[in-house]
């Protein structure tokens, strides 16, 4: 079977999009890294790929804040190729910046319950609760009730990687936001209490309760990445595609790998 083309967008500040094309390729796609520009010329399309990665780092320096200007970009060049590729089926996964991006674009959550037409956001990430930028480990589940198809494949997977992001804290604009992303299985990654995670230790593991630093950035109901209703598009603050090699890990026992992540959404593109 032939690796699934894989879209990587890349934008001025973009740095993560080497380390996402590697986790692609190693899951069996076939990464291609694309700068928006050439998106917007019309050189290569969003319609030829089987999925589409927006990966972490500064675009644009963080100009307007994270994310906002390529998920301005995105919303006015690429709105209706994107819904294309989601109404197709195709997986679309925003990694940190690029969460930031699909959030502020209105891809993600998209339309709620309280707002059908998607007119007002009604979630963000914002500053950090510490004030500061973060750089640590922490370990993810993913949720066993998420809405998402690609996701439900390793329901209850948990993933130990690193976050880097001053603005990661993920908020919403009530509580019956927050309540309705839980009972529409919306919320597709919680952060975890545990450090170092062996395999066979999920029985101890329970979610953050908001304590840092297990919940690194004050996120409401440690809530880590959203996916939309459609379930095809997901996003999340933490760098999965930074522990898909042991080697990667700073210390503790083998496994929670971020690996099985991207075989997913690989999967799903196929």
Not at 107 to 135: H, I, M, W, Y
Request: glycine share 12%.
């Amino acid at each position: 079977m032939s690796a699934p083309p894989i879209l990587i967008v890349h934008a001025s500040g973009t740095n993560r999009d080497g380390d996402a094309a590697q986790a692609i390729e190693m899951a069996g796609g076939c990464p291609r890294i694309v700068h928006v520009n050439q998106l917007r010329r019309g050189d290569v399309k969003v319609s030829d790929h089987a999925g589409v990665l927006i990966p972490g780092g500064f675009s644009y320096g963080d100009a307007l804040g994270a994310g906002q200007r390529l998920a301005l970009e995105l919303r006015l060049w690429f709105g209706h190729e994107l819904s294309e590729v989601v109404a197709a089926g195709k997986p679309v996964l925003g990694i940190c910046n690029g969460f930031q991006v699909l959030v502020k674009a209105g891809l993600l959550p998209g339309p709620l319950a309280g707002d059908p037409v998607n007119s007002a956001r009604q979630v963000t990430l914002t500053e950090n609760s510490q004030g500061k930028f973060e750089c640590r480990w922490v370990t993810l589940r993913v949720e066993p009730t998420v809405r998402s198809t690609w996701l439900q494949s390793i329901g209850d997977t948990l993933i130990r990687c690193p976050i880097a992001h001053g603005e990661g804290r993920f908020v919403s604009a009530t509580d019956a936001v927050t309540d309705e992303l839980e009972t529409q299985g919306l919320v597709a990654f919680r952060y975890q209490n545990c450090g170092a995670v062996s395999p066979d230790a999920s029985d101890t593991i329970r979610a953050a309760g908001g304590v840092y630093p297990a919940n690194p950035n004050g996120s409401s109901a440690d809530i880590a990445g959203i996916c939309d209703q459609t379930g095809a598009i997901v996003g999340l603050m933490p760098h999965p595609e930074d522990h898909v090699l042991d080697w990667q890990r700073p210390s503790g026992n083998p496994g929670a790998s971020g690996l099985p992540l991207f075989e997913a959404f690989v999967s799903a593109a196929r």
